[in-house]
């Protein structure tokens, strides 16, 4: 360990403190390099990552298929205008409607929450040419995650998030997940759209139940509702498809990605139909930013590594190990609730508040952990992971939890 004259993490953390805005509860550790699944601090430190920037590198840090494309298309060009067709948009729209059995047509954004914005506005926009000038209400669930900005905070049925910056944007109603009969009592001829996460991530990875989604599809189709399904977490392999719908085999009308598409370069994605994308006139949207060439390249990069290098398959196959040995795990400690995921979004769910602990802890035994609460680890590796990798974080684990637990 360093001193603390000597530690250039400290130096950098307290030169953060000051300058910047005190959003995030930030841990005193800095990453100055990453490759793959591992990060090295300002120390020189190596670390193993089990979160991948919240689910945004399931390419790893700095691939280098990845930053060798982008790093090409940054020498030629960055940004035009969106008043100009840009050649690498065009390709990796091309590609995004390639991979999914729906999609027609593609909207760039910068961001998973800007791309939620703009699914909301294509949603309301279509059902009100459609239909009718009331039909603008949007279904989400309880514990879902969409964003911070207001329209994607309004759809974030999170009390806690949202009670200081009320008023919300108005027309959003919450359903509980899973409970069809919560859905049904929500749905009214105002009801233009269900926006849902197959698998709620921040929330603390809430599986939809088969039955359930397949039904809420059903139920969308009957009441001229457009299912939009936030797979900004979920997307590029993280359940072990490429899209977490694909394991439902349901398909939506809307699909928001965003974070492991860009490879760690900011981008956000909607992706629908010709015919629901044909609500969108110039002028109804637009972002100065999204679809630049370099986002977009790191995109087309980000996607033919996943399908060349096995990724997906990986994620399913790791996954299992992961999620049987978090069971192992369970049995010799009453003070783990439950574990549960898909492919590589798992969770341990604890009976007291030891998440905290837990990532402080591991972090100083340079194992990076995250908490969606106080008493729920959330796993979200990048999918080169492998099971030695796996296995030093079960060993991590079974100590600590065993150390708390006496
Ligand atoms: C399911 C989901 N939707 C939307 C967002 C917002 O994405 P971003 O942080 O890129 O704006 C997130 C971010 O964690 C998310 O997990």
Redesign the pocket.
């Known amino acids: 360990m360093k001193t603390e004259e000597m530690d250039k993490n400290l130096e950098i953390y307290n030169e953060g403190s000051k300058y910047l805005m005190n959003t995030y509860s930030r841990l005193p550790v800095v990453f100055v390099k990453g490759e793959m699944q591992y990060l090295w601090d300002a120390n020189g430190q190596k670390y193993l990552d089990f979160i991948a920037g919240?689910?945004?590198l399931n390419v790893g840090h700095s691939n280098k298929f990845v930053m060798g494309k982008l790093k090409k298309q940054i020498d030629n060009i960055i940004q035009s205008s969106n008043v100009y067709h840009n050649k690498t948009q065009v390709e990796l729209a091309k590609k995004l409607c390639n991979l999914t059995d729906f999609g027609e047509k593609v909207f760039f954004a910068n961001?998973?929450?800007?791309?939620?914005e703009g699914a909301i506005k294509l949603a309301r926009k279509f059902s009100r040419d459609k239909y009718n000038s009331d039909k603008y209400r949007i279904i989400s669930f309880y514990k879902?995650?969409?964003?911070?900005t207001l329209g994607?905070l309004s759809a974030t049925a999170q009390t806690k998030k949202q009670e200081v910056f009320k008023p919300l944007i108005e027309g959003f109603d919450y359903a509980r997940l899973n409970d069809i009969n919560s859905v049904k009592g929500k749905i009214n001829k105002n009801t233009c759209a269900i926006l849902i996460?197959p698998i709620?991530?921040?929330g603390g990875i809430n599986i939809s139940d088969k039955k359930f989604l397949t039904w809420i599809r059903k139920i969308c189709f009957e009441n001229k509702i457009l299912l939009i399904l936030?797979?900004?977490?979920?997307g590029f392999g993280r359940t072990g498809e490429m899209f977490a719908y694909q394991n439902y085999g349901i398909k939506p009308d809307i699909m928001?990605i965003?974070?492991s598409l860009g490879g760690g370069m900011?981008i956000?994605a909607i992706i629908s139909t010709d015919d629901i994308s044909s609500a969108f006139n110039p002028g109804d949207h637009g972002s100065t930013f999204g679809g630049n060439a370099a986002s977009c390249a790191a995109g087309c990069a980000v996607i033919d590594y996943i399908l060349k290098n096995g990724l997906i398959d990986k994620s399913r196959e790791v996954g299992k190990y992961f999620l049987n040995k978090l069971k192992e795990i369970k049995k010799k400690y009453t003070i783990i609730k439950d574990v549960r995921g898909i492919g590589l979004m798992l969770a341990m769910e604890f009976r007291e508040e030891v998440a905290d602990i837990l990532v402080r802890n591991a972090l100083k035994d340079y194992i990076i952990l995250n908490k969606v609460s106080d008493s729920i680890l959330r796993f979200l590796p990048p999918l080169m992971i492998t099971k030695d990798n796996v296995n030093i974080l079960m060993e991590w684990l079974d100590k600590n939890i065993g150390d708390l637990q006496k």
Not at 111 to 116: D, N, V
Not at 144 to 148: A, N, P, T
Not at 230 to 234: C, F, G, P
């Open positions: 919240y689910g945004c961001s998973g929450t800007e791309a939620i879902s995650f969409h964003g911070r994607a996460e709620q991530g921040e936030d797979e900004v977490q979920t928001v965003a974070k900011p956000g």
